[in-house]
């Protein structure tokens, strides 16, 4: 029995750390850049996808696959990802911010699109099947094959909340958090506050697909319908929770929502009679859209708050400060507001 | 080429202008893409469908056609209910969520991210309450009379192009020629001033409110009387009402009508050549088109 | 009313965007009926915080402003010109996406239906360079041009109080005199005007009063005649212009 257990344990900890690195990914884009992706599920789907693809054996009926390791699949992955993101953000992140969104939201619904029409090459409503898992030698004794997944998720989160800290703290994570926290900053440097934001857009795309292609290989087989915006509001529930700006707690919120959600199901699932499931999954994302939003009107920088707040509360300090008796036209109109 | 395209598009259009004169209203007024706007589309045909059938349920009579219409009375008057609950929804939605940011000072992502959490909650509601499965106003069916040049529509589908122009043509006088309008565009372009001028912001964005919500019921109902009642009917619709909007100018109301008839025939036109699933995919064409070669819009003004 | 009661008054006003910055630390100013009082003080010391506070446009923590003896303190902006107080921001203080009709029609529109026009026309009457284009988009205005049709739509109402937050920013020397007597003859029509200025010179030669404000506090106050000549203002202004250039 503790076996089994553990098995378990360790299955719903690997799905929940393929959810940390989506949510990694989106905190390179919000929590430190202030960019805001509505289409989180796409960017996933496009990294499955393709890891799909390069790494299942030929498969006559559809195009590919090409039979490649699964670490060609993966970072395959984070740069088809990386570059539509960089499209996407090219063509928007100029414009005002809730453009981008729109675009982002746009990208999944043609992904979504894609995967279920483009039969040839996706598979259509069917997905893809048979894509190949890690340890597979190893599927005789689930305990072991469980716990070797574990450790490889594991191991591929460690080491991107590393490489992601040391991104932070660097000079180019610095003059990320500027160009948020400072309209001034930005506009001070113009054109290049532009080209760090869509590289930070990239990369956290690029973290979406590497995740999305983690996930496909965990599981074994993708369908369309995998990816929907339930996906992108579960993500972004995740990093609300543990807070924007906070790689730990992007990590933490991930584990925790996961936990909630898998635990909130079987408690929905025994409140209604089995006809009416699909009514207990509704009631379900019905909770948790509440939770979201409550969250954002009470707590708005998550539950654990984003590290060096401080900072930010000196930023908005010396603003006021420079402003003076002469508020900037951005605060007469705040003042204004309704 | 076949000509009953166009008339498709032309229906399809209108519903998705009158949703994106919506959008346009909103946006410019309180300033964030509401992604909660095609709810309000699902919620405006979900009022009316339990309004006509609790009139139906009364009496038959409200349930018999009236002239050339597939629907009896029960549907009209569903739609008055539905316009004037769909505006209520949208305020209390306003007063529990987004005045609470607004008052907050939030910024316009937060704003958005909270639309995001209110669609997918009003959404998920709707599937608890109705479930997922189709529902119909009406279950008579209707011929399509011949119009000439090969192209035929219901008297229904006449119906809804109708009750558009006529709208869209009474927003845009209210906008233009009322006191009211005038007020809409004042804090479109400045609130602060606006208060400083004597204007009841809040006034305003509670009239924007239920203009926006009162037409996405209208487009909501259109499109369940034309099509069918679904819970996701508002999602599909949200990349085509976005596409719109910002395709017609932000603010603009004569543009978000043009460019939801754009984006109605284009997609009218591209189901000939590229097939039904690929409906979907056009307004996300249009949208990086637009953003690509004009992102201020036909009607708007670069910032 | 007496005509000893002030036409605004405040009492220890104490103002800020945030409750634990305060920038207007508790400012006594009273302006008389009739009277042009100009309000001067270097750069940062909260002259336009504490006007836009009385206009409702900054958040007041305590203190009191009083218009001709009623309280205002917590009315809100909107409502401020229904008691007869105008104000006229120093940037964006007018529609520019609107044409000069509209944007007077929109401060009309808060009189009752049949003073509207009356009033429309009587400040046509008055600047007639607004008349002449009436369907003009306000953003197509010159400086000068913006700043009057700015100030015909706050007259419209026939405020008892008028504000101005340094109504010479951005404008050339030449227009600002022409703007400055403009408001001398509304003024001298009995408009009772406050001005926030930074042009020290060109304001004290039309105003009949002036109140110096440094680190939001009082720290000087009066006649504009004697004033003009006086140390104090030339220790507060002449280094701060000089700073200001140069920042």
């Not at chain 2, 009158?18 to 589309?41: P, Q």
């Not at chain 2, 809804?160 to 479109?188: E, F, Q, W």
Request: net charge positive.
């Amino acid at each position: 029995m503790s076996v089994e257990l553990v098995a378990y344990a360790a299955f719903f900890l690997t799905m929940a750390l393929t959810y940390a690195i989506m949510c990694l990914g989106l905190n390179v884009q919000w929590g430190q850049t202030g960019l805001f992706n509505v289409g989180v599920a796409g960017f996933v789907a496009i990294g499955a996808y393709v890891s799909a693809l390069l790494t299942t054996p030929d498969t006559p009926e559809r195009f590919g696959g090409f039979g490649m390791p699964i670490a060609v699949g993966w970072l395959g992955a984070a740069l088809a990802a990386g570059l539509v993101s960089f499209l996407i953000g090219a063509l928007t992140i100029r414009l005002r911010a809730d453009y981008l969104a729109i675009a982002t939201f746009g990208v999944a619904v043609a992904v979504q699109l894609v995967a279920l029409n483009l039969e040839p090459v996706t598979g259509g409503p069917f997905g893809i099947g048979f894509i190949p898992r890690p340890f597979a030698d190893l599927a005789g004794n689930p305990l072991a094959f469980s716990l070797a997944n574990l450790a490889l998720l594991a191991a591929v989160v460690v080491a991107l909340y590393l490489a992601l800290e040391r991104l932070v703290r660097s000079p180019w994570g610095r003059v990320l958090r500027a160009i948020r926290e400072d309209e001034a900053a930005a506009r001070a440097l113009g054109k290049n506050a532009t080209k760090f934001r869509l590289q930070a857009f990239a990369i956290g795309g690029g973290i979406m697909g590497l995740a999305g292609a983690a996930q496909a290989h965990f599981i074994g087989f993708i369908a369309p319908d995998n990816y929907v915006p339930m996906l992108t509001f579960q993500v972004w529930a995740m990093l609300i929770v543990g807070g924007s700006g906070n790689n730990r707690g992007a990590i933490l919120g991930a584990v925790l929502v996961w936990g909630i959600w898998a635990g909130s199901a079987g408690a929905f699932a025994a409140l209604f009679p089995p006809g009416e499931q699909a009514r207990a999954a509704a009631l379900q994302i019905v909770m948790i859209g509440v939770a979201l939003c409550a969250i954002l009107l009470l707590r708005p920088r998550g539950i654990l708050g984003e590290e060096r707040v401080v900072s930010r509360h000196l930023g908005r300090l010396s603003q006021l400060r420079r402003a003076g008796p002469q508020p900037t036209d951005k605060e007469t109109s705040r003042a204004g507001n309704p | 080429m076949n000509p009953q395209a166009l008339m498709d598009g032309l229906i399809t259009g209108s519903m998705i202008g009158l949703g994106a004169v919506g959008v346009t209203l909103t946006y410019s007024i309180l300033r964030f893409a509401n992604f909660a706007h095609g709810e309000l589309i699902a919620w405006g045909a979900y009022f009316a469908l339990a309004v006509a059938g609790v009139l139906g349920a009364v009496s038959g009579g409200f349930l018999a056609p009236i002239g050339p219409f597939s629907f009896g009375w029960a549907l009209p008057i569903g739609l008055l209910a539905a316009v004037a609950l769909t505006g209520g929804l949208a305020l209390v939605v306003d007063a529990l969520l987004f005045g609470r940011l607004r008052s907050q000072r939030s910024t316009v992502i937060i704003m958005v991210m909270a639309s995001f959490g209110a669609a997918l909650t009003l959404r998920s509601l709707l599937e608890f309450i109705f479930t997922s499965k189709p529902a119909y106003y009406t279950q008579a069916l209707q011929i399509a009379l011949p119009l000439g040049g090969g192209i035929r529509a219901t008297p229904d589908q006449l119906l809804s192009l109708a009750v558009a122009a006529v709208l869209v043509v009474a927003i845009h006088l209210l906008l233009t020629r009322t006191a009211i309008g005038r007020s809409m565009r004042a804090v479109s372009e400045n609130p602060a001033l606006a208060g400083v001028v004597g204007i009841e912001v809040r006034k305003v964005v509670r009239v924007v409110w239920l203009l926006g919500a009162g037409l996405a019921a209208v487009a909501g109902i259109s499109a369940g009387l034309l099509v069918q009642v679904r819970p996701q009917m508002g999602l599909d619709l949200l990349l085509p009402l976005f596409a719109a909007a910002i395709l017609g100018g932000i603010g603009s109301v004569p543009g978000a009508m043009l460019a939801g008839l754009i984006v109605g025939l284009s997609e009218a036109f591209a189901v000939q050549l590229i097939g039904a699933e690929w409906r979907a995919a056009i307004a996300f064409v249009i949208l990086v088109l637009v953003l690509l070669i004009r992102p201020q819009g036909i009607f708007g003004r670069p910032e | 009313m007496s005509t000893s009661q002030p036409a605004l008054a405040t009492q220890n006003l104490v103002a800020g965007y945030e409750r634990d910055l305060p920038i207007v630390r508790g400012v006594d100013f009273s302006v008389r009926k009739g009277e042009l009082v100009v309000v001067l003080g270097p750069n940062g010391a909260g002259k336009s915080t504490f006007v836009k506070a009385i206009a409702g446009l900054v958040p007041i923590h305590s203190g009191t402003a009083l218009l001709g003896g009623a309280d205002i303190t917590d009315v809100p902006a909107h409502e401020k010109i229904r008691h007869g107080l105008a104000f006229v921001p120093q940037t964006e203080n007018i529609f520019a996406t609107l044409t000069i009709e509209d944007n007077l029609r929109l401060a009309a529109d808060i009189l009752p239906r049949e003073r509207q026009a009356r009033r429309i026309a009587d400040l046509y009457k008055m600047f007639p360079d607004l008349a002449a284009r009436p369907s003009l988009r306000a953003g197509q205005l010159s400086g000068g041009q913006r700043q009057m049709l700015a100030v015909a739509r706050a007259l419209i109402v026939e405020p008892a109080v008028l504000i101005l937050d340094e109504p010479s920013a951005g404008l050339s020397p030449k227009i600002v005199g022409e703007v400055f007597s403009r408001l001398k003859s509304i003024n001298q029509a009995g408009v009772t005007i406050i001005l926030v200025e930074q042009n020290v010179k060109a304001a004290l030669a039309i105003a009949d009063r002036a109140v110096i404000l440094v680190e939001g506090l009082v720290r000087h106050e009066g006649p504009a005649a004697t004033l003009a000549d006086d140390p104090i203002v030339a220790e507060l202004y002449l280094g701060v212009r000089h700073e200001r250039r140069a920042s």
